[in-house]
């Protein structure tokens, strides 16, 4: 049986499908009501930054070929800390799946469901992630690359619609809280990109591995683009949106899209739209977690696993009691644990991978002129 | 308006589903309304009370005029414009109006004889401003926004009830001057009538109402 590989358009879309998934919950209110008016300046900052680093990663993988950072740590580090490493991709990615689904299945539950308990709705989510996982890449892979055109359609929809309503002048003062907040403490911001984590675990299923770094640009760029514009509607249009958005930031702007007096409240279009985004952002996740498992344990077949890590994954997901855990999540752990996770101990695991195959190739190179 | 122990009397004014269902078309869609009014502590509580004692859940979906009495806009909306914002049931697009009156007499007197769908008359008589100049078509949001900016102040409608003794014998608008105000004529056309003027804006510095603006 052929294994199946990934096009470069179906890599971008399960990347920017995982990425823009965080969007549709309420990272632009975030970075809003960290950094204030000055957002929108911060994050073209952070977006640099991201695009340095990720640059520097994709330079990193061009040394090893169909391989990702699993493979990478394991070369820098041994065995025993690739499980360890994998073990923490595999609980961080199950937490972050968690509570996406959590914040997404609460608000769908405060919108529409009000008289339906929230782990049925949770159920549904985790059932169909399952299915999408048991048909296997392909269907992922394909499912993201149908979607994520319309989810994209979405939000352009909602920032073109709310533009007649745009005060400019919200933007002002440019600098916000000040120059230190925005470009010293607005650092923290950079977890808002810490999903393109994900590049680093899919060369291996890339059918050209020098298509990576192709992949990790369009993602970024594309990602980075709808970020601000999504930061741009909620600062242009509200004045204070942390003290009213206890929902999904872009459907409060969603419900304001109206097309004259005949369309009118078609945010529950983008509500079903969004519900399938997450569909795929949750099977694209579930997908990494098996294939991560997998590479620990060296089982043959995953597809078993799949109820295993489902199970896990509602569980984790019924943990939080109330709408404060899912905040204190929001604002601590996704934050922090981003941050340390993508930025620090990745970045670490590759840079050592690359000091060490650089060595490598030295001591190659130089045997070579020895024997010549 | 204050409530005689609790802090706001808080009226609902609601479509009646059952004369509707045989007609195939939604409460909304019905000119036979029900008001209920409620003397609470709070609007959160108001709606909570509502529907303790009304047979269904009243959904806030639908609703299309906030009205607020003067006397509460004096001493302060933001606290009910926070509230309704908060609430995911009310949309943005709701109008808000500030009455001369009190919001019971306002909602029981704005009855349309050529509109047959109340929603929608509250609809048009926010968006005639469109075609009159003599309003403006001012929504929750606006008022949020209005209140929360630092460089603009909130505005609202302005509407107030008047009475017209006057008999009208067919269905047409009179533009009638009464006490040197013009007022389209939606009352009662068989007998004395309460009729309702939506000329006009309230202007407010942070939530309080500090002017009123007429359209003369």
């Known amino acids: 049986m052929t294994k199946t590989k990934l096009g470069i358009y179906q890599a971008i879309a399960m990347v920017v499908t995982v990425m823009i998934s965080h969007i549709i919950l309420n990272l632009p209110n975030h970075l809003l009501s960290e950094t204030g008016p000055s957002t929108i300046l911060n994050l073209i900052y952070i977006f640099v930054i991201t695009f340095v680093i990720f640059y520097a990663v994709t330079k990193v993988f061009e040394l090893f070929p169909n391989q990702d950072i699993i493979d990478i740590c394991e070369y820098t580090s041994g065995k025993t800390v690739k499980n360890i490493f994998s073990i923490g991709i595999i609980v961080y990615l199950l937490i972050i799946s968690a509570f996406v689904i959590r914040i997404f299945a609460g608000s769908l539950v405060l919108i529409y469901f009000p008289n339906i308990d929230i782990g049925i709705v949770i159920l549904i989510f985790i059932a169909i992630t399952a299915i999408l996982n048991i048909f ?29 309503d745009f005060v400019y002048q919200r933007a002002f003062p440019i ?60 600062l242009f249009l509200f004045p204070s949106i ?44 579930m997908y990494f977690i098996l294939n991560t498992f997998k590479k620990i344990t060296n089982i043959k077949h ?59 190739l030295k001591k ?8 010549s | 308006m204050y409530g005689d122990q609790d802090e706001l009397r808080v009226s609902f004014q609601i479509s009646i589903p ?24 709070s609007v959160e509580s108001g709606i909570s009370l509502a529907n303790s004692f009304v047979s269904k859940k009243l959904n806030l979906a639908h609703c299309k005029a906030i009205v ?18 908060n609430n995911i049931d009310v949309r943005p697009d709701c109008n808000v109006i500030i009455s001369r009156s009190t919001a019971y007499d306002f909602l029981s007197n704005s009855k349309s004889e050529i509109e047959s769908i109340t929603a929608k008359y509250y609809e048009i008589i926010a968006s005639s401003s469109r075609y009159t100049g003599y309003t403006s078509n001012i929504t929750l949001s606006d008022v949020f926004n209005g209140i929360d900016d630092t460089f603009g102040e909130a505005s609202a409608i302005l509407g107030s009830v008047t009475e017209s003794n006057k008999s009208v014998q067919d269905l047409s608008i009179n533009n009638d001057t009464i006490s040197g105000e013009t007022t389209a004529n939606l009352g009662d056309s068989s007998q004395a009538s309460s009729k309702i003027d939506v000329v006009g804006l309230a202007v407010f510095k942070n939530d309080r109402l500090v002017r009123r603006i007429n359209c003369y």
């Open chain 1, 136 to 164: 296997g890449l392909k269907t992922i892979s394909r499912s993201a690359l149908i979607i994520l055109p319309v989810i994209l359609i979405t939000m352009v929809t909602i920032f073109v619609s709310s533009g007649s």
């Open chain 1, 242 to 285: 942390t003290e009213i958005s206890n929902t999904l930031s872009i459907y409060i702007l969603a419900r304001r899209v109206n097309f004259g007096d005949f369309i009118q409240r078609i945010d529950a279009v983008f509500i079903l739209i969004w519900i399938i985004s997450i569909f795929s952002y949750l099977s694209i996740v």
């Open chain 1, 175 to 234: 600098l916000g809280y000040g120059a230190y907040e925005t470009f010293i403490l607005g650092l923290g911001n950079i977890f808002a990109f810490s999903s393109l984590f994900i590049i680093e675990l899919i060369p291996p299923l890339l059918g050209e591995s020098k298509d990576l770094k192709k992949i990790a640009i369009v993602s970024l760029i594309v990602y980075g683009i709808y970020l601000i514009l999504g930061v741009i509607a909620l």
């Open chain 2, 68 to 85: 607020i009495s003067e006397e509460i806009a004096e001493s302060g909306v933001a606290e009910i414009v926070y509230t309704l914002t």
């Open chain 1, 302 to 360: 995953k597809k078993p696993m799949v109820f295993c890590f489902c199970s896990i994954l509602f569980v984790i997901s019924m943990i939080p009691s109330n709408i404060s855990n899912i905040r204190f999540f929001e604002n601590t752990f996704y934050r922090y644990a981003s941050i340390i996770f993508v930025f620090f101990i990745c970045s670490a695991i590759l840079i050592t991978g690359y000091i060490k195959k650089k060595r490598e």
């Open chain 2, 18 to 41: 059952s004369q509707n269902t045989s007609e195939g078309g939604s409460s909304s869609d019905s000119n036979d309304t029900v008001i209920d009014t409620i003397d609470c502590s």
């Open chain 1, 364 to 371: 190659g190179e130089n045997s070579l002129e020895k024997a």
